[in-house]
């Protein structure tokens, strides 16, 4: 009998741990947190003072409740001033335009929407028809294009840089870098710049051409998260990679990097919520 109980109590406990870690590995995989970041520059025009940028990357279909609302509510609440998309917006495993479009046409009622494509939209085959969808959804769409916020007088340019994939799969060699850098060119050295692209990796050629502030993804936070260390690996990364997550800087240019919000290969997170940035601009 007092063997039977030990048995008994051994099983409870078993089932009490197996619980909890299903528990947390849920809250952990769906429990958004909103990171907020104060960027100074004295190149932002008077007029953007207190501008507020909500960062979305690594959506990868993943869904936030009915229509999306966990999420939408997320982004309302901080006001965006504008809301910017740093790809793989789609899976190209568990590809879903509707759900995709669902997040999308949301996002565009709580502020204008720029997006920029990752790689899953270019493995996806369907990248013109989500470039349509997103278009009439009234998304700026800019891929190796640039755009202008204006504000009064002040202006601020935006550039976007289409994922390297649709370039080809070794972009890091030859003229492939040669073309990001001519799209990167688009950008005036006399007002203030903002990028946005996929790949964090890149940083070090983002920097040389002097771009002030810089939004990226595909990193998903290094996946599992080690306190005190770090994200434990990141797509073109590898292990312990340099850049998962937060702002960082070199010479003249900043990088923020999102963690993301869903998964791909990985279906889990660990230390490692999903996340939506604010960055709110300063020109002190």
Not at 31 to 51: Q, W
Not at 145 to 156: M, V, W
Not at 239 to 257: D, E, W
């Amino acid at each position: 009998m007092v063997i039977r109980n030990k048995i008994v109590k051994k099983l409870i406990g078993l089932a009490a741990v197996i619980l909890a870690v299903l528990v947390f590995c849920i809250w952990q995989n769906n429990a958004i947190t909103t990171t907020k970041i104060d960027y100074s520059n004295a190149k932002i025009p008077e007029e953007f003072n207190g501008y507020r940028i909500v960062h979305i990357s690594d959506l990868h279909n993943k869904e936030f409740g009915k229509n999306q609302e966990g999420l939408l509510k997320k982004i309302h609440a901080v006001s965006p001033d504008i809301i910017v998309i740093t790809g793989d917006l789609i899976d190209r495993r568990k590809y879903d335009l509707e759900t995709a479009m669902v997040f999308i046409n949301g996002a565009v009622e709580i502020a204008p929407v720029y997006y920029v494509s990752g790689n899953h939209e270019a493995w996806s085959g369907e990248y013109e028809n989500i470039r349509e969808n997103l278009k009439s959804a009234g998304v700026h769409i800019l891929d190796d294009t640039k755009a202008t916020l204006s504000k009064g007088q002040g202006k601020i340019e935006i550039l976007g840089l289409s994922d390297p994939d649709f370039l080809t799969t070794s972009y890091l060699e030859g003229t492939n870098i040669s073309k990001l850098r001519e799209h990167l060119q688009l950008l005036s050295d006399f007002v203030f710049q903002i990028l946005l692209c996929h790949r964090p990796e890149l940083f070090d050629i983002y920097v040389k051409e002097n771009i002030d502030l810089i939004f990226s993804g595909h990193a998903h936070g290094g996946q599992f998260r080690i306190p005190f260390v770090g994200g434990l690996v990141a797509p073109d990364q590898g292990l312990f990679p340099k850049y998962t997550s937060g702002a960082y800087t070199q010479n003249k240019s900043t990088m923020i990097v999102s963690r993301g919000l869903g998964n791909s290969i990985i279906p889990i997170r660990i230390f490692n919520r999903p996340e939506i940035v604010v960055v709110t601009l300063r020109n002190e």
